[in-house]
């Protein structure tokens, strides 16, 4: 549902036909695919989290990264 409404904002944003791809209208724009930017979130968060050492309570949940590895092979 929120790839159709940012599909729907770049072809508002681009003045595009609906008839134009969503591929295209993000190539066009600039921005990422959306499950491209959730798992680059999840990644910059994993790092964040592994790079505050014993300090970030997270830590705890994130352990050797299999947590985040596991969401990111689910799809």
């Given at each position: 549902?929120?790839?159709?409404?940012?599909?729907?904002?770049?072809?508002?944003?681009?003045?595009?036909?609906?008839c134009?791809?969503?591929?295209?209208?993000?190539e066009?724009?600039?921005?990422?695919?959306?499950?491209?930017?959730?798992?680059?979130?999840?990644?910059?968060?994993?790092?964040?989290?592994?790079?505050?050492?014993?300090?970030?309570?997270?830590?705890?949940?994130?352990?050797?990264?299999?947590?985040?590895?596991?969401?990111?092979?689910?799809?």
């Amino acid at each position: 549902m929120v790839d159709a409404i940012q599909r729907k904002a770049l072809r508002i944003a681009l003045r595009a036909l609906n008839c134009t791809p969503g591929a295209l209208l993000e190539e066009e724009a600039g921005v990422l695919p959306l499950y491209l930017h959730r798992k680059q979130q999840s990644l910059n968060f994993w790092a964040r989290a592994k790079s505050r050492h014993g300090s970030n309570p997270v830590n705890k949940l994130v352990g050797t990264g299999t947590f985040i590895k596991g969401k990111i092979l689910k799809r």
